[in-house]
């Protein structure tokens, strides 16, 4: 295996109000640093990396990230969604229990 285990990608893009909605402008820099906390204290921040991303081109669906090496995306609004996604994704990999959070390949934004 690489490096770390997972690599995890939180789109922090930003738009000016009035244009395309974007994951910064939906609370996505205090989502991850809010993961990375976390991370860092359940001792697992070794095994994997949290990190921003420019525009992953999904936003209208998140805020999103995407997760590799099996290339998941997630979208995390609260921290109850960075909970799971750390409990069930980043510590277990029981991603059953998240199910709700896992953005399908062919999903779109809502009308």
Excluded at 54 to 62: V, Y
Excluded at 67 to 84: C, H, L, Q
Excluded at 92 to 105: P, T, Y
């Amino acid at each position: 295996m690489g490096f770390y285990q997972k690599h995890i990608f939180v789109c922090e893009n930003k738009r000016p109000p009035g244009e395309r909605v974007s994951c910064g402008n939906q609370g996505s820099e205090e989502l991850l640093k809010l993961l990375k906390q976390k991370a860092a204290k359940a001792g697992i921040k070794e095994k994997i990396r949290v990190q921003r991303a420019g525009c992953l081109d999904r936003c209208e669906l998140g805020p999103v990230q995407v997760a590799y090496p099996e290339g998941i995306w997630f979208r995390m609004k609260t921290e109850e969604d960075v909970n799971s996604i750390l409990e069930y994704y980043l510590k277990s990999n029981e991603r059953e229990k998240i199910e709700h959070l896992i953005v399908g390949d062919d999903e779109t934004a809502p009308d």
